[in-house]
């Protein structure tokens, strides 16, 4: 019996390090490998430029970019002065793969808009339009019996006169297919937007609730292996485990199919059937790698880890979990603006550090206290306490190179910008949770009672001093949703 259960045991461990390597193997491979452009993609010029009036129309459109453009994610749309529609199916890049080139219709006239819509490597919709003008008058022979020849204006003549006044052209003298006349090159207002097919709200709420699923699993596993051991087994530790662990693989796919909508243009229904397109961009590779991860880390936790050892669990969890984080922070402004590479570690430390003490807490907060007597509450909350210090300093840190690095040192960046200001009202909601953990522990857990009524009273305080602590850490979690689904303009 033993032996079989020593063997079952060593195949769960078997199996387990060759998920995390194959994953780790899968994010090494598309974190490199795959459209390397850096995220986040902004408009730089056009020619024709914006507001530019020409006296003949233009064969092509130039648009040039701050950074690399993956054309499969690139989409644009023509509008004649006349309302007519046609989508920009022939780009290429330019001189350089941050300018992209689409051949215009010919006989173009009028107010002219130009449309695009292009998605980042870290997964940010941008879009964007161009107005010109075309003044010239330009007149167009139709051929009819060889004895006449006669030359019409097409802003003088509209085409219910020229039907009765002259014989439809043969066909070999249509205009051609890059012609805005034919009926075909008609397009609807549906089929090209610059608005995002999914509203805002839901992605904020599906960024926050991933965010929050994994503080949760991450609070769930470090009070476990450092706190008190059974908060995994405990009622409400299990059900908060089985909660996070579907929302850490359901949510990052669900993100993934509104990335394909998004580079794709329709709706986020007809998503699903096209999944794999994800591996062929990096952030789409990372949203799938991230959900996968998410089952290995749902299927590790829920049925392997009661089969391990401690030693081998904690390994396990750094693995699983440090995938996981390197695959969040390639969909985030990680590799936006300065020293991208560095961005990335810095993210991954930010957010763990973040899930030990928000995570920890909640945890703490609503799985361990409730179990435990109001002395071991106070000894659990004193040793929290130690590897909370670690964790603000850490985020301190990493949170000021993110700042230097998406900002550098511009007030003008921080007070001018959306993205700039949100991050200040983060920076403020976390120096005030700062303050209420640093009254929390200064002033609870400092010479504690040895009357069993005293304790069980500093008990109650500080669990709901916790709760005051939660509240400003959910403020926190959500301004860094938006911070994250928010563009630098």
């Known amino acids: 019996m033993f032996t079989k259960s020593r063997s079952k045991r060593d195949n769960v461990v078997s199996r387990s390090r060759i998920v995390v390597f194959l994953l780790g193997l899968l994010v090494a491979f598309f974190a490199f490998g795959v459209n ?55 780009a290429v890049h330019g001189s350089s793969d941050n300018i992209v080139v689409a051949t215009l219709p010919t006989a173009l006239s009028g107010a002219i808009t130009a449309r695009w819509k292009l998605v980042s490597s870290d997964g940010h919709v941008v ?48 205009p051609s297919s890059n012609s805005l006349a034919p009926t075909e090159s008609v397009k609807s207002a549906g089929e090209f937007g610059d608005a995002n097919p999914v ?68 709706s986020f229904f007809k998503a699903p059937l096209d999944t794999f397109d994800l591996f062929s961009t990096t952030p789409g590779s990372m949203m799938l790698t991230r959900a996968l991860t998410g089952a290995a880390i749902s299927y590790a936790a829920i049925i392997a880890w009661p089969q391990l050892t401690n030693t081998i669990k904690e390994r396990q ?9 390197v695959t969040l ?27 030990v003490w928000l995570g920890g807490l909640a945890v703490i907060a609503l799985t361990v206290i409730p179990l435990v007597d109001p002395k071991n509450a106070l000894l659990t909350y004193t040793r ?3 590897y909370a210090q670690y964790a603000v300093i850490t985020i301190v840190v990493t949170g000021v190179i ?34 209420v953990g640093d009254i929390n522990r200064r002033r609870l857990l400092k010479n504690l009672p040895s009357e069993e009524s005293s304790i069980a009273k500093r008990s109650s305080l500080l669990l709901r001093a916790s709760y005051t602590e939660l509240v400003c850490g959910v403020l926190v979690l959500a301004l860094t949703s938006i911070l994250v689904t928010s563009s630098f303009t």
């Open 127 to 174: 879009s964007g339009r161009v107005a010109f003008s075309v003044n010239a008058t330009t007149t167009t022979t139709i051929a009819v019996p060889p004895t006449t020849s006669l030359v019409v204006n097409p802003e003088v003549i509209s085409p219910q006169a020229s039907s009765t006044t002259a014989s439809p052209p043969p066909t070999s003298l249509m």
């Open 317 to 325: 969890a750094i693995g699983l979990i440090g995938v996981y984080l």
């Open 402 to 435: 993110q700042t230097l690095r998406l900002h550098g040192v511009s007030l003008a960046s921080l007070f001018g910008e959306r993205h700039g200001q949100i991050l200040l009202l983060k920076i403020v909601a976390v120096g005030l949770m700062l303050k």
């Open 36 to 90: 390397p452009a850096l995220a986040h993609n902004a408009f730089d010029s056009s020619s024709p430029f914006d507001g530019e009036t020409l006296a003949s129309p233009p064969a092509q459109w130039s648009i040039t970019f701050t950074k690399s453009v993956p054309l499969e994610t690139f989409s644009g749309e023509i509008i004649n002065g006349d309302g007519v529609r046609t989508q920009l199916t022939n």
């Open 329 to 355: 922070a390639y969909t985030s402004h990680s590799r936006s603006q300065a020293l991208p590479l560095l961005g990335i570690p810095v993210d991954v430390l930010h957010v763990a550090a973040s899930a």
């Open 384 to 386: 929290y306490g130690r």
């Open 199 to 266: 509203p805002e709200l839901i992605r904020w709420s599906l960024r926050s609730l991933g965010y929050l699923a994994i503080l949760i699993l991450i609070g769930l596993v470090f009070a476990e292996m450092f706190l008190a051991e059974g908060a995994l087994a405990a009622a409400t530790g299990r059900r908060l485990l089985l909660m996070s662990s579907a929302a850490i693989t359901v949510v990052p796919l669900l993100q993934g199919w509104i990335f394909l909508a998004d580079v794709n243009g329709y």
